[in-house]
């Protein structure tokens, strides 16, 4: 029994170390397999290995930092944003015509916005490429021609308001560049008032279109009081040029002229045509070369051309001595008596004259006269051998401009701004006062009163021109440029009982050199 037992312990214990050098061998076995998990001893363990916590990835690159906009740009971008856009809105209310100009008052803005912004990245240009007003004058064109296109329209009023306002966007070339959009804003009005008397009671919209078209430049009055009080501004320090400052703010190629080299011209497209213009030749059929080009014609010998050019003197040596009997110009009869042949050196690249006659006077088509006042200027164009006196009732701040007007009287009584007159005969003017001068440009006969103040007489190209001055105007300036037969009349003077003198102007002088220095004097007439 005892025996027994023993054996059977025997038998367990073989059974377990059997068991324990089968799990010595795998263990063993696993050190040399990489792909078998380890314990944290490095044992093998049928549990699961614990991954590996992932790595951060790298932050994001930064963004490039957006360019810093100038205040003066950004508190223009308001103003678009705000007054623009909202006059823009009413006209899209409205529609037709009103929307188009609109929009166009729009673009003019934005491309006045970007030549700011060119002149605050660039240095001042000498002289000022026409790329940096382009986008403007397109704009400005547009709103013209929808004006001028559409003068039966029952809105022209709204058409010319807008008109007359958009060339306050001018002001880059004034020293006082509010002063002069405020002054604009008196040419809308005179249309613009129009507008809002008609349309008072009938549609409101038409009202608050008008004023938000006020409010733009009563916005950028104030725009320019606060950037630019004394005008436009360049960066004339650390500015770049002005073409490749217009090139970054549009993200764009390089404006014409900036002197970029063209690409070249796209080679020329081969002609399908066969011989004698006819369709092209059918391709060999396959196997069959084709058949070689033909042979170009030679290039011609150049070679005694060179051999002429290289004779120097020499290759006048087989010309002809002409005689003096042959010389027409020492010959007179040979001269009257001979004509070249037609075909001939003499008669070669001369055409003959026209036998054209001018048209008489009474089949000529005469534009009918006008008398109008656009904004602030009156355009008086013409009139023609007129009995009455042609009135013109302007005011301080008109301007008026007279051309074509002949053998007519025209009467300012009012103190006016400025007047010019060009291509008038015969014109007789009376003048008050004038804030400026008084400009005649190719007027012959030309007869001028003046009873108030007027500074500055201009004269070019005036042939016979009467000037009478009165006891206020004795300070007047008389400038000529090649006029003739120009005089001045002086009032007697007061409390005398003397007669109008009558004072020519100069038209002779005499140049000699005094002193190493050229001195012109006036050649006095004793008579």
């Known amino acids: 029994m005892a025996s027994g037992s023993h ?21 063993a076995m696993s050190l040399d397999d990489p792909n078998v998990p380890k314990g944290l001893n490095g044992a093998t363990s049928d549990a699961p290995a614990t991954p590996e916590p992932p790595k951060p990835s790298p932050p994001p690159p930064a963004a490039p930092a957006a360019p810093q906009i100038p205040p003066q740009i950004q508190d223009f971008d308001a103003l678009i944003k705000g007054d623009v856009q909202n006059f823009v809105k009413l006209g899209q209310k409205i529609g037709g015509l009103v929307e188009e100009q609109s929009k166009a008052v729009l673009q003019a803005f934005e491309a006045e916005r970007t030549y700011l912004f060119v002149a605050t990245k660039a240095k001042k240009p000498e ?6 007003m382009t986008d403007l004058h397109k704009a400005s064109d547009s709103i013209n021609n929808i004006r001028e296109s559409n003068r039966a329209s029952p809105l022209f009023n709204h058409l010319s308001a807008v008109a007359e306002g958009i060339v306050a966007l001018g002001w880059f070339f004034e020293s006082k560049p509010a002063s002069f959009v405020e002054e604009m804003i008196g040419g809308i009005q005179y249309y613009g008032n129009k507008v809002l008397k008609d349309f008072k009671e009938k549609d409101r919209t038409h009202v608050e279109y008008i004023q938000a078209y006020y409010q733009n430049f009563k916005g950028l009055s104030a725009f320019l009081k606060k950037h630019y009080p004394t005008g436009l501004t360049w960066n004339n320090e650390s500015g770049v040029d002005a073409l490749e400052a217009l090139k970054q703010i549009k993200g764009g190629p390089a404006p014409a002229g900036a002197g970029a080299v063209p690409p070249p011209p796209p080679p020329p497209v081969p002609s399908v045509k066969g011989p004698g213009g006819g369709a092209p030749p059918p391709p060999p059929p396959p196997g069959v070369p084709p058949p070689p080009p033909a042979p170009s014609a030679p290039a011609p010998d150049m070679s005694a051309v060179f051999d002429q050019l290289n004779q120097g003197e020499a290759i006048t040596s087989g010309l002809r001595k002409v005689e003096k009997s042959e010389m027409t110009h020492k010959n007179p009869g040979l001269r009257a008596g001979s004509t070249a042949p037609e075909g001939s050196s003499a008669n070669r690249g001369k055409s003959p004259a026209p036998n054209k006659k001018p048209k008489p006077e009474n089949m000529r088509a005469r534009k009918p006269p006008r008398k109008d006042l656009e904004g602030t200027k009156w355009l008086v164009e013409n009139f023609e051998g007129s009995n009455e006196i042609i009135e013109i009732p302007a005011q301080k701040n008109h301007s008026i401009l007279i051309s074509r007007c002949n053998k007519c009287i025209i009467k300012v009584p009012n103190k006016a701004n400025a007047i010019a007159i060009d291509n008038c005969h015969g014109l007789s003017i009376i003048v008050d006062s004038l804030v400026s001068s008084l400009d005649v440009i190719k007027s012959p006969k030309f007869a001028l009163q003046i009873d108030g103040v007027v500074p500055t007489v201009l004269l070019d190209q005036v042939d016979g021109a009467t000037v009478f001055l009165g006891q206020q105007s004795l300070a007047t300036e008389v400038f000529t440029s090649k006029s003739t037969a120009v005089n001045v009349n002086l009032p007697p003077k007061e409390g005398t009982d003397e007669d109008t003198k009558e004072c020519p102007i100069p038209e002779q002088f005499k140049s000699f050199v005094k002193d190493g220095k050229l001195v012109t004097e006036i050649v006095e007439h004793a008579g």
């Open 7 to 27: 054996m059977h312990n025997f038998t367990t214990l073989i059974k377990r170390l059997e068991a324990a050098t089968s799990r010595l061998e795998d263990m």
């Open 127 to 132: 002289p000022q490429p026409i790329e940096l």
